[in-house]
């Protein structure tokens, strides 16, 4: 098993994160994507998206989407560290979370980034309306997030989960476009130091 990847790459760090709390290790192997090697046909005969993280097996078979290969993982490595929650209940409430973060925070970052950057215009087309569009709505989330985090210890509700770390990820990503958490969002500053102790993401960092 293998992980092709670019380790500074926001989906990528969300599966070495999820990894380091499973505490697996799986060989990594590094894609240049500003480069394009993901857009080469060798590279998208493994990702159907043509994108990383993209994980292979012993077999050959592979597998891309971050939360895909994060499902794959906490199937294949069953312990009782329940990231995609347990029981009927938690596994909704992490599900509904994880994927409000998604599209309300993380992909809107990702727009802003790539359509106000035009990082990739050699290969996809850009908007700067959209970026800025989509980065207010980067901003206009951060409250609602901190709202959440008043009234829960975790973002999915009593336990930590990976909603958490796509949270995470999030709060990592608003420096690219020249955001930050400040004093006006307590409750999200105080749940990412809380995270940044966790001693998975403390050995993760040092991977990265």
Known sequence: MKLYEKAPAPSARRV???IAEKGIVIPRIDVDIRGGE????????KSPNGKIPCLELDDGTTICESVA?????????????????EGAL?????E??????????LYAGFQAF???TGVYKDR?????????????????????????LATSPYVAGDKFSI????????????KNLDLQLDESLPALLAWQRKINERPAFIEASKQS
């Open 16 to 18: 070495s994160l999820f």
């Open 38 to 45: 993901n857009t080469t046909d060798a590279f998208k005969a």
């Open 69 to 85: 290969i994060c499902r794959y993982i906490d199937a294949a490595f069953p312990t009782n560290h329940h990231l995609f929650g």
């Open 90 to 94: 938690a596994i909704g409430q992490v």
């Open 96 to 105: 509904m979370w994880n994927r409000i973060v998604e599209f309300q925070g």
């Open 114 to 116: 790539r359509n106000i």
């Open 124 to 148: 996809e087309r850009c908007v700067e309306a959209w970026g800025n569009e989509s980065k207010q709505r980067v901003e206009e989330f951060l409250p609602e997030l901190d709202k959440r």
């Open 163 to 174: 909603a958490d770390i796509s949270t995470y990820i999030l709060c990592d990503f608003l």
